[in-house]
């Protein structure tokens, strides 16, 4: 089972420069997230797409773009790199627990993203 | 308006011992409680959620948390630490979203488990 599966793995890029985070879950699911993860911080949702068509930003989204370019795929675009964006970012996905409530979150395997 | 804190950013315990990860929250509501674990290199993984029910749940791996509204805690606890148990654990705190509304939680700093053979 792929479940939520993001690439690329690492990536090194120099200040200014573009770049495209991809994500696609094969769960089926309305609700996709992209989040960053630095040291003492947890996870920082930077934007979110409750279901495909709409987006909406987080707690942390200068600096990026996204699109839900249909149900199953979630890209993140950072379009001038800046070393305060080195970081580790997750893309997740869940959907409604129609039985009891409380969405569980999938998360990808993580894309280690390196600005110098 | 939600949050989380996650009391220790990390914790040592000994092979065999107790494991105790404190979590409190601030909800307006009751609110829906997870506890996620993160390995080395590795994305997120549910250990257990709270939504509604008995406030003690069980969780994969042997590890539990009681939801306890009066103090507003969902600690998580383990009898006995394995060397596999080496890892970050977040907790999660969610507002039951609005009819058609979007699910949106809150992530705790995380707690880094240590653990000492």
């Known amino acids: 089972n792929a479940g939520v599966t993001q690439t690329p793995k690492f990536q090194v890029l120099k200040t200014g420069q573009s770049m495209t985070l991809q994500c696609a879950q094969d769960?089926?699911?309305?609700?996709m997230y992209w989040y960053r993860q630095d040291p003492g911080m947890g996870l920082r949702l930077i934007y979110y797409?409750?279901?495909?068509?709409?987006?909406d930003k987080g707690e942390v989204p200068n600096g990026y773009n996204v699109s839900r370019l249909n149900k199953r795929e979630f890209s993140l675009r950072l379009e001038s790199a800046a070393p305060s964006q080195t970081s580790v970012y997750f893309c997740?996905?869940?959907?409604?627990?129609?039985?009891?409530?409380?969405?569980?979150?999938?998360f990808g395997e993580g894309s280690w993203l390196t600005v110098v | 308006a939600q949050s989380v804190t996650q009391l220790g950013s990390h914790v040592s315990v000994s092979e065999g011992a107790l494991v105790l990860l404190r979590c409190n929250y601030s909800s307006s509501v009751p609110p829906y409680l997870f506890w996620y674990v993160q390995y080395p290199n590795q994305g997120l993984q549910l250990l257990l959620k709270?939504?509604?029910?008995?406030?003690l749940v069980k969780g994969i791996n042997g590890f539990e948390a009681e939801f306890k509204k009066s103090e507003t805690s969902f600690h998580l606890t383990k009898p006995s630490a394995h060397m596999s148990d080496a890892a970050e654990y977040f907790c999660?705190?969610?507002?039951?979203?609005?009819?058609?509304?979007?699910?949106?939680?809150?992530f705790g700093r995380g707690t880094s488990l240590i653990v000492h053979p």
């Open positions: 797409s409750a279901s495909e068509g709409t987006t």
């Open positions: 769960m089926n699911h309305n609700s």
């Open positions: 997740a996905s869940s959907d409604r627990d129609t039985t009891r409530g409380g969405n569980t979150i999938y």
């Open positions: 709270y939504t509604t029910g008995a406030t």
């Open positions: 999660a705190v969610s507002d039951p979203p609005h009819r058609g509304g979007s699910y949106i939680p809150t």
